[in-house]
C-alpha cells in the first residue's frame, strides 16, 4: 500500500528566502507525482505534474524533482513571496496502481 | 474557460436527508472522481468513474452514491446513511492513458463544504 508523507506539517520562513518542501512516498512504482497548492476554504491548483520518466519540471518560480530510487520528491520555491502562503500537497501513484494517494500537505507561512 | 464546476459551495443538510452535490466539467476528460477532505487528513477517495455509465468504489464508498449519464458531469449523493457526512468535498477529472486511471495531469473544482445540523 502506498503512503505519502509530507514533513514537517507547517513551515514559517522570512520573504525572499528559497526553500524547498518534501514528499516521500514508500513504493517506487509510481506512474506520476503531482505537487498542488491550496488555500483556505478552496479547491486544489495543480502546480507541476512529473511522469515516472521524468525527473523534473519546472514552471517559474517552482521546480520539482522526482527521484524514485529513494522515494522522494522535492518542491522548490525560490525567491518566496507571501503570497505563496498557502497548503502544498504531493500525491504520488496512477498507472498500473491506479490509485493515487495524497500526503496531508505542508502549511506554509511566508512572513513579510 | 475550461474547468470544473462545483455546486453548491456551502450545503447544510438535517440528519435523514440526502443531498446532491453537482460537478461539471468541460475539460473533455473520461476520469472523474470525487474525494473528501478533514482536517488533518488527507484526500480519501469515494468514487470515480473512468467513462460514461461507469463508476466505481473508491476507498470510502459507504453512505454516498454516484451516475455517470454525461461524460461532463458526476454528481454525488450523500445519503442518509453516511455516519459522518460533514466534511469539504472535491471533484476531479483527468485525462486517461488507455485503461489507466491517474495518467494525466489532475484538475481539482472550488469545492463544496457540507455541514449537517
Known amino acids: 500500500k502506498q503512503e505519502v508523507t509530507q514533513i514537517p506539517a507547517a513551515l514559517s520562513v522570512p520573504e525572499g528566502e528559497n526553500l524547498v518542501l518534501n514528499c516521500s512516498f514508500t513504493?517506487?512504482?509510481?506512474?506520476?507525482l503531482q505537487w498542488f497548492r491550496q488555500d483556505p476554504g478552496k479547491g486544489l491548483t495543480s502546480l507541476l505534474l512529473?511522469?515516472?520518466?521524468?525527473r523534473e519540471q519546472t514552471s517559474g518560480r517552482l521546480n520539482a524533482s522526482l527521484d524514485k530510487s529513494s522515494g522522494r520528491s522535492t518542491l522548490y520555491i525560490a525567491a518566496s513571496q507571501p503570497g505563496d502562503s498557502a497548503t502544498y500537497l504531493c500525491?504520488?501513484?496512477?498507472?498500473?496502481?491506479?490509485?493515487?494517494?495524497f500526503g496531508k500537505g505542508i502549511t506554509l507561512s511566508v512572513r513579510p | 474557460d475550461g474547468g470544473i464546476t462545483q455546486s453548491p459551495k456551502y450545503l447544510f443538510r438535517k440528519e435523514g436527508q440526502n443531498v446532491t452535490l453537482s460537478c461539471e466539467q468541460n475539460?473533455?476528460?473520461?476520469?472523474m472522481y470525487w474525494y473528501r477532505q478533514d482536517p488533518g487528513q488527507g484526500l480519501r477517495l469515494i468514487y470515480y468513474?473512468?467513462?460514461?455509465?461507469?463508476?466505481q468504489k473508491g476507498d470510502i464508498a459507504e453512505g454516498y452514491s454516484v451516475s455517470r449519464e454525461k461524460k461532463e458531469s458526476f454528481p454525488l449523493t450523500v445519503t442518509s446513511a453516511q455516519k459522518n457526512p460533514t466534511a469539504f468535498y472535491l471533484c476531479?477529472?483527468?485525462?486517461?492513458?488507455?485503461?489507466?486511471?491517474?495518467?494525466?495531469?489532475?484538475?481539482f473544482g472550488e469545492g463544496s463544504r457540507l455541514t449537517v445540523l
Open positions: 468513474s473512468q467513462i460514461v455509465n461507469d463508476f
Open positions: 475539460l473533455n476528460h473520461d476520469a
Open positions: 512529473i511522469q515516472s520518466s521524468q
Open positions: 513504493d517506487s512504482a509510481i506512474y506520476n
Open positions: 476531479a477529472s483527468s485525462s486517461r492513458q488507455g485503461d489507466f486511471l491517474n495518467t494525466g495531469e489532475l484538475f
Open positions: 500525491a504520488g501513484g496512477g498507472g498500473a496502481n491506479s490509485k493515487l494517494t
